[in-house]
T-cell receptor, first 112, second 114 residues
């Protein structure tokens, strides 16, 4: 049973464009929603995260939008660059010592 | 700091062979975990541990064993390798007491079982 559904599976964006990756969750008890970025040959690394009491969080060109009523959250990458080409994972976690639940990932390619 | 160190980086096994994937962290993290990454399947949790002497199963534990005798190390054992275990394996760690603490990943072990 997949608790976090991520789409699209792959995404091609022109340089300078906006990349949008969407995630939906089922468990309303999740209380922390991080995004991880993974470059080829490397492990994933935390990119940005949000709590459900906030509707938006921005860090540089990266923004998380959070819709608690719809149980959805999304990552927007503004002015996408070739260096942003990577696999992105959304995730969710309950409080306490429970493991992080990951979406299946989105492979982003930014072409010049 | 070295962070999370995984060894080996690459490994080829024959069906039925056994091996141990090593994972060590130097950040004094209580929580450690193992994931496998396969195309189209994302990151699937194999086993995890919230402290020395405590382990629990994740989503895909069959065919894998773990133990946690120290805070720093969390080895993953394949007792009898199968081709279905061909994958990239990632170890990750974080502070157990803070759920907003980022998960730190190693750079993975690419395992091929023939």
């Amino acid at each position: 049973q997949q608790q976090v559904k991520q789409s699209p599976q792959s995404l091609i964006v022109q340089k300078g464009g906006i990349s949008i990756i969407n995630c939906a969750y089922e468990n309303t008890a999740f209380d922390y929603f991080p995004w991880y970025q993974q470059f080829p040959g490397k492990g994933p690394a935390l990119l940005i995260a949000i709590r459900p009491d906030v509707s938006e969080k921005k860090e540089g060109r990266f923004t998380i939008s959070f819709n608690k009523s719809a149980k959805q959250f999304s990552l927007h990458i503004m002015d996408s660059q070739p260096g942003d080409s990577a696999t992105y994972f959304c995730a969710a976690i309950l409080s306490g010592n429970t493991p992080l639940v990951f979406g299946k990932g989105t492979r982003l390619s930014v072409i010049a | 700091n070295a962070g999370v160190t995984q060894t080996p980086k690459f490994q080829v096994l024959k069906t039925g062979q056994s091996m141990t994937l090593q994972c060590a962290q130097d950040m004094n993290h209580e929580y450690m975990s193992w994931y496998r990454q396969d195309p189209g399947m994302g990151l699937r949790l194999i086993h995890y541990s919230v402290g020395a002497g405590i382990t629990d199963q994740g989503e895909v534990p069959n065919g894998y064993n773990v133990s946690r005798s120290t805070t720093e190390d969390f080895p993953l054992r394949l007792l009898s390798a199968a081709p279905s275990q061909t994958s990239v394996y990632f170890c990750a760690s974080t502070y157990a007491s803070r759920n907003n603490s980022p998960l730190h990943f190693g750079n993975g072990t690419r395992l091929t079982v023939t």
